[in-house]
C-alpha cells in the first residue's frame, strides 16, 4: 500500500480523498493555487504545496507543476478526484513514465472511453444497447442528411464531451446546421476536439447509471444504480440510489450490460456506465465516465462501500474482497447538489447532523468563496431504511442547512423534493423543464 498520496484537486472532493487517506494510514499531500491558500483541504493534508495562480490553467490543469510537487514531495501515487485532470489520458501516462501511481484507469483506458464515438461502437460489437446513432459526421450537411435518416428529433454529441458541453437538441431541419456548428465550436473551446455524432433524441428518458469497482485480476462488481434524471441544462442536481423506476429484473439487465462494457476494455478501478431509459423499460448505452462521480456517496450508503478507499487499493494492485453475490443494496440514499448562485463570504454556517446525514463540503465560516472554480458548495447526503423516510429526513436536512453571506440553491432543492412527482419516483430528465416551463 501507499505511504503517501497526493490529490491533485480541491473543493469537497479534496476533502473526502484527505479523510480516506487518514483512516488508511496514508499521508496526504494537498496542492492549492493561490486563490485556494485559505481553503480548508490545505490544513488538513500533511503537507501542501502551491502550483500557481488562481486560474486552473495555471494550478490544477498545470501537469507539470503537479508531477514536480508529486516528486518533490516523495509522493507514490496521485489521486486526481473528479474534474481537472480526472479523464485527462495524457496526465495519466506521464504519471505513469515517472513511476508515479494514477488513481484511476490507464490513459490508454480513458482515452478510448473519452472518445465518445469509439466507446459507442465498441458497445454494439459487446452486445450491450445502444442508443440508434451515427458515426462521426463530417460537417452539418451530413448532420443534417443523418438526421432524415434517424428522424427527428435527434441528439447532436461531441465525441469528447462530458459535462453537458457540446450537446445539442435538434428538433427540426431548420435548426441543425447553426447547432452543429455552435455545438462543435463549444466542444473545441471545452476538449481540444470539435467532433460530433448523433444519436436519436429518446424522450422522455430517465438518466441510470451503473457503478463499477474493477480490480487488476478482472474481477468486476456494480455497486447498484444511481437515478440521476433531475438535471438542468444536462448537470445533475439530485441522485438517488436504488432508483425508484427500475425493478430486480430490470436491475440484474443493467448490471450484466455494465459488467460486459467494463469487461470488453478490461477496465480497471473505480468507473460508471451510463444508460437512458425509456418509458418501456428499455434502456441504452450512453457513456463510460472512468473517474470517481460527483454522487458517489449514495452508492457508499446503500452498499456499504467505500468507493475512495477502494479506488486507491485498486491503484495499488489489491484484489477484491467481494463477488457480485456480496453485493447487496439496502435502504435508500439521496444526493442534494448545493450550489453557489454568485460569491461571497461565508458569514453564517449551520450543518445539520444526525443518523445517516451527511454534509460533504469545503466551507468554513468566514471562508470567502473564490470565483474561479466550479459553483457546488457541498452536496447534502442522506440515507434510510425506505426511500420514503430518506425523502423526509432529506427535507429536513435542506431546511436546516443555513449557508449565510452568498446566494445558493437550498430553497429550490427543498421545493424539488417536496414536489410530489418527485415522491411518485416517476420522473425524468425533463422534470426541471416541465416544473419551471
Known amino acids: 500500500m501507499f505511504t503517501k498520496l497526493l490529490v491533485a484537486n480541491r473543493g469537497e472532493i479534496a476533502v473526502r480523498i484527505i479523510r480516506a487517506c487518514k483512516e488508511m494510514g496514508i499521508r496526504t499531500v494537498a496542492v492549492y493555487s493561490k486563490a485556494d491558500a485559505e481553503s480548508i483541504h490545505v490544513a488538513l493534508a500533511d503537507e501542501a504545496i502551491c502550483i500557481g495562480e488562481a486560474a486552473a490553467k495555471d494550478s490544477y490543469l498545470n501537469q507539470e507543476r503537479i508531477l514536480s510537487a508529486a516528486i518533490a514531495s516523495k509522493a507514490q501515487a496521485i489521486h486526481p478526484g473528479y474534474g481537472f485532470l480526472a479523464e485527462n489520458a495524457a496526465f495519466a501516462k506521464l504519471c505513469r513514465k515517472h513511476g508515479i501511481a494514477f488513481v484511476g484507469p490507464s490513459g490508454e483506458l480513458i482515452e478510448r472511453m473519452g472518445d465518445k464515438d469509439a466507446a459507442r461502437r465498441l458497445m454494439q460489437q459487446s452486445g450491450v444497447p445502444t442508443i440508434p446513432g451515427t458515426e462521426i459526421l463530417e460537417n452539418a450537411e451530413a448532420a443534417k442528411a443523418a438526421a432524415e435518416k434517424i428522424g427527428y428529433p435527434v441528439m447532436l454529441k461531441a465525441s469528447a464531451g462530458g459535462g453537458g458541453k457540446g450537446i445539442r437538441l435538434v428538433r ?65 442536481l439530485i441522485e438517488e440510489s436504488p432508483s425508484p423506476g427500475v425493478s430486480k429484473e430490470k436491475r440484474r439487465e443493467l448490471f450484466d450490460a455494465a459488467t460486459k462494457a467494463a469487461k470488453a476494455v478490461g477496465y480497471v478501478n473505480a468507473g460508471t456506465v451510463e444508460f437512458l431509459m425509456d418509458k418501456d423499460k428499455n434502456f441504452y448505452f450512453m457513456e463510460m465516465n472512468t473517474r470517481l462521480q460527483v454522487e458517489h456517496p449514495v452508492s457508499e450508503l446503500v452498499t456499504g462501500k467505500d468507493i475512495v478507499k477502494w479506488q486507491i487499493r485498486i491503484a495499488a494492485g489489491v484484489e477484491l474482497d467481494c463477488t457480485q ?30 443518523p445517516w446525514v451527511r454534509f460533504d463540503t469545503f466551507l468554513y465560516q468566514g471562508y470567502e468563496v473564490p470565483p474561479f472554480y466550479d459553483s457546488m458548495l457541498g452536496k447534502m447526503i442522506v440515507f434510510s431504511s425506505t426511500r420514503e423516510e430518506a425523502i423526509r429526513k432529506m427535507q429536513s436536512a435542506l431546511c436546516e442547512l443555513v449557508i449565510g453571506g452568498l446566494p445558493n440553491n437550498i430553497e429550490n432543492q427543498i421545493d424539488i423534493i417536496r414536489d410530489p412527482v418527485f415522491h411518485s419516483g416517476d420522473y425524468y430528465t425533463d422534470f426541471i423543464k416541465n416544473r419551471e416551463g
Not at 476538449?191 to 436519436?200: A, I, Q, S, V
Not at 439521496?334 to 454568485?342: D, K, P, S, T
Open 172 to 236: 427540426t431541419p431548420e435548426e441543425i446546421e447553426q447547432a452543429f456548428n455552435t455545438a462543435s465550436s463549444e466542444a473545441l473551446r471545452a476538449f481540444g476536439d470539435g467532433r460530433m455524432y448523433m444519436e436519436k433524441y429518446i424522450y422522455p428518458a430517465k438518466h441510470i447509471e451503473v457503478q463499477l469497482l474493477c480490480d487488476e485480476q478482472g474481477h468486476v462488481v456494480c455497486l447498484g444504480e444511481r437515478e440521476c434524471s433531475i438535471q438542468r441544462n444536462n448537470q445533475k
Open 325 to 354: 453475490s456480496d453485493i447487496k443494496v439496502r435502504g435508500a440514499a439521496i444526493e442534494c447538489r448545493i450550489n453557489a448562485g454568485g460569491v461571497g463570504k461565508v458569514n453564517f454556517l449551520h450543518i445539520p447532523s444526525g
